[in-house]
């Protein structure tokens, strides 16, 4: 599929797409395909780095005018990875498909997106087929890349352990706020600008054994991968306030198990 005619598949969801060479290189790495959110005069489009020799290796396999979603493959060398682009309350958006997922569809895209708690969950609802894609169902309530699950035994959260206006955030994305927070297990890591995705503490001491002007860094104790519970408001610049009457069990989209999250440049 040629340069022209991808960027025309995206012109049907109402979106502009630019396709270009890399013109960049990150981490000292020029990427085969990189997908990011640019703004220009015009407003918001897809920034689509391909090299010259994927172009034909890239395609739009489905397209979903109505709901302002496509989803775009690009066959690499180690193997084929796939990219829902679309639109979510106020912003374009990209996310990179888990390989494992069999897709083939924007619907097969959602349903690979979700966590497997939540599709358990709307099975289990009986959830109707037409309201899976919305934001609010009978099995969650979404903001972004977030799902909020209600959970059945309240009282097995302490309001005396919430914090308040507490962020949860993927790794360097806009943190969502929520009003109350509690977390519960999970491993203790230290965090700090040049090391967003957490260290254990050995970890951290044989980094400041070899470094020790590392030290000094404004570390934080924070916990990786705890079960993590929220009610009241959750805010977030791009998305509508939420409010969640009740605790709700915090749950990740599972983009972060994509090979493919590496091309995707843009994070909320």
């Known amino acids: 599929m040629s ?15 630019k396709l270009h060479p890399p013109i960049f290189q990150r981490w000292g790495v020029t990427p085969e395909v990189s997908i990011d ?26 397209v ?10 690009s066959r690499q060398d180690d193997g084929k990875h796939k990219f829902l682009c679309g639109h979510d309350e106020r912003h374009w958006f990209v996310a990179a498909v888990p390989e494992r997922a069999s897709v083939s569809s924007v ?12 599709r358990g969950l709307e099975r289990r609802l009986g959830v109707k087929p037409r309201k899976r894609n919305l934001r609010r169902n009978e099995a969650f309530i979404r903001q972004g890349e977030w799902f909020f699950v209600p959970i059945v ?29 509690v977390r519960q297990g999970g491993q203790l890591v230290y965090v700090t600008h040049r090391y967003p995705n957490g260290l254990s ?3 951290r001491q044989r980094l400041v054994s070899r470094n020790p002007e590392l ?35 915090v749950m990740m989209n599972t983009e972060n198990e994509s ?6 440049a843009f994070i909320d």
């Open 107 to 118: 619907q097969t895209a959602f349903d690979a997106l979700k966590p497997p708690a939540v």
């Open 259 to 264: 090979i493919a999250m590496r091309h995707v």
């Open 215 to 249: 030290r000094h860094l404004p570390w934080v104790a924070q916990r990786r991968n705890p079960r993590v519970f929220v009610r009241g408001r959750v805010r977030h610049p791009d998305h509508k306030t939420i409010i969640l009457n009740g605790w709700h069990q």
């Open 3 to 17: 340069m022209q005619r991808i960027e025309r598949q995206f012109t049907r969801i109402g979106a502009r797409a």
């Open 64 to 73: 979903q005018p109505s709901m302002r979603h496509l989803l775009l493959m």
């Open 201 to 203: 503490e050995m970890e």
């Open 153 to 181: 035994n309240q009282t097995s959260i302490s309001p005396r352990l919430a914090l308040r206006n507490e962020p949860i955030a993927r790794g360097g994305g806009k943190p969502h706020l929520c009003e109350e927070l």
């Open 37 to 62: 959110i640019g703004n220009d005069a015009e407003g918001e489009f897809f920034d689509i780095a391909i090299q010259p020799s994927l172009v034909a290796e890239t395609q739009v396999i489905d």
